[in-house]
């Protein structure tokens, strides 16, 4: 079998009535590779003079590199480290949260002039050796970014190595993130050069191998199987993966292979001792009420 696993986004309401598509983590399967958190907003045209509800509020990471890449629209990036990048399509912004990081996302040429948004928001797990690094941020377009074309398709790597090419993103273990645009038509051979893989539909339909996979739907690929991803029609797909990390536990925005380490970091926002943006020092985004014991990702 080349697919072990569908899964289907979940609508999740980030706040002020803006839903975006969980697909990970995952009930069967928290993670692929180093990937512990997949959301995919939009598409959805913003008016201009949208409220600041929507707007994603200053808020803590630990233990994790963020990457937001988007299709449409921008967002302003704003984090504690006195960064202030304006994300547009095809760029990659990578945030390094290592041992502590604030930001926010605002919509703010949304609210100036209106928008069309879609994109992604994913999450890559820092191996325990550079889960408390210094946090960092980088900003990627043009050359850093290996693009190519082929019969019916153009692709873009964002992060990591595969197939002979290497975006000059830096990344602490071993992935690949791809963005490919396949005409009607198109297809494309994906080798085993990772352990695991998945491939995400963001608009139009697909077929692995014969199997459908929809718009919405990620396929967990089988270990050890060349397959062929093919599309019928127009489509966007992100194709991601890398080595396995070991496991890892997750509360809100924490990620970290200790379970005390998360009891610090929640009790660390609490109390108030991870610095805020300067720019966004007057509002935060509160700890959410605890649940059961975070779970392992593996």
Known sequence: M???LIIDKRKHDLGGGFEVGRVLPFRKRRMVGPFIFFDHMGPVDLAPGIPRELDVRP???IGLSTVTYLYDGAMTHRDSLGFKQEIRPGEVNWMVAGNGI??????EEARAHGAHMHGIQAWVALPKEYEETDPAFYHHEGQDLPEWDE????GRLIAGSV???NANVKTHSPLFYMHLEMETGASRLLGTEHTERAVYVASGHIEIDGKPLETGQMAVL????????SAPVKSVIMVLGGEPIGERFL???FVSSSKDRLEQAKEDWKQGRMKLPDADNEEYTPLPEEKPDAQPMS
Request: aromatic content about 10%; glycine content about 10%.
């Open 2 to 4: 080349s697919i072990d």
């Open 59 to 61: 808020h803590p990471h």
């Open 102 to 107: 604030t930001h926010s996302e605002r919509f």
């Open 151 to 154: 019969a019916g398709l153009h």
């Open 163 to 165: 197939d002979g090419m």
């Open 222 to 229: 089988s270990e050890g199987k060349d397959v062929r991803i």
């Open 251 to 253: 509360f809100w925005n």
